[in-house]
């Protein structure tokens, strides 16, 4: 068999096939360490320890945003920005819920965030409905350390997962003219 150097490409020929061998770039970029050298992996989860402190506060913040996007909402209706600034914001809890340590907020920021998503007329959906979701994620940051919160936050998801899954499935049906299909609307 043939080697070949990991700058040129080239090929491998065996009694039955051929074996195209291509340039390895990336073993320039791998550094090699005595052991003297952190573990980078340990060193972010580290990183990540001294960071959680503000998680809290970070999510506080997630949840002024949101409430901003629901006052734009109340003001304008859901006219494409006042629904555009509410899913900014009900998407970024859901991104950050988990990281952060707050799932059941993800799971209603998801909640709220396939309600926008797969409504196919937004002026027919109920602002009661969406002050829920709000009222919900904020209750769930808020009120992390209280007794049975978990328990509650994980209630509150579930009974507003159902209530969108019944919104979208009866009172509005999500948009055909999407280009990708759309997540299922009740975990499998």
Do not use: Y
């Amino acid at each position: 068999m043939a080697t070949h150097s990991n700058t040129t490409p080239g090929t491998t020929k065996f009694s039955d096939h051929e074996v195209i061998v291509v340039p390895n770039r990336l073993k320039k970029a791998i550094r090699h360490s005595d052991g003297s050298d952190p573990d980078p992996v340990i060193a972010a989860e580290e990183a990540l320890v001294e960071l959680s402190v503000q998680f809290g506060d970070w999510m506080i913040d997630e949840c002024a945003q949101l409430e901003r996007a629901r006052q734009l909402v109340h003001a304008e209706s859901l006219t494409e920005a006042a629904s555009e600034a509410l899913f900014r914001a009900a998407h970024d809890i859901r991104g950050h819920g988990i990281t952060f340590g707050f799932p059941m907020a993800a799971d209603v920021a998801d909640s709220l965030c396939r309600l926008i998503e797969h409504c196919s007329d937004l002026t027919q959906v109920p602002l009661g409905l969406i002050d829920q979701c709000v009222d919900a994620v904020r209750a769930i940051i808020r009120e992390r350390d209280a007794v049975d919160a978990e328990r509650t936050a994980g209630e509150l998801a579930k009974g507003l997962r159902a209530l969108i899954d019944e919104f979208l499935g009866r009172g509005s049906t999500p948009s055909s003219d999407a280009s990708t299909p759309s997540p299922p609307l009740s975990p499998q």
